[in-house]
């Protein structure tokens, strides 16, 4: 009964000791792409991040350019854009520490289709700056910034 106690207690304190913990503002690599730790969730076990890279351009090529990064990589909701605003001091603080562009004070593609029809497809956008959301024609150039969940 002793082995085994002093079995669990080493599978224990072994697993504990390699848990990794994460908080908003740090720096991660996911499979050679840099971001930023913009939400945490299981006491910062696990979270999500924000690219450092950015682009603008039409709705369609950056969900292109989202899903280049690499497996996982894709345009953020509205919901998770508003918290990267909300954590946009420590997202910039961070890239700038880094030597990445901040996130400018500009419109920010969402993944959400608002609404589609024949000739156009109006998809959300959130406003780095006024802290608001919009819908607009998914053809106009704004910028993109990709998450990743881990």
């Given at each position: 009964m002793k082995k085994f106690f002093a079995f669990i207690c080493a599978l224990?304190?072994?697993?504990?000791?390699?848990?990794?913990?994460y908080q908003v503002g740090e720096v991660v690599n996911v499979n050679g792409k840099p971001g930023v730790v913009f939400s945490v969730s299981n006491g910062g076990q696990h979270g999500k991040i924000v690219s450092v890279a950015q682009t603008h351009c039409p709705w369609s090529e950056g969900k292109s350019w989202c899903s280049q990064l690499g497996r996982g990589w894709r345009l953020p909701t509205?919901?998770?854009?508003?918290?990267?605003y909300y954590n946009r001091d420590a997202i910039n603080a961070a890239c700038n520490s880094m030597g990445y562009d901040p996130l400018v004070r500009?419109?920010?593609?969402?993944?959400?289709?608002?609404q589609a029809y024949s000739n156009v497809t109006l998809v959300w956008r959130f406003n780095m700056n006024t802290n608001s959301a919009n819908a607009d024609n998914s053809l106009k150039h704004d910028f993109v910034r990709a998450v990743y969940a881990f």
């Open positions: 224990f304190i072994g697993a504990s000791a390699s848990a990794q913990y509205r919901d998770e854009l508003m918290t990267i500009d419109n920010y593609w969402s993944s959400e289709v608002h």
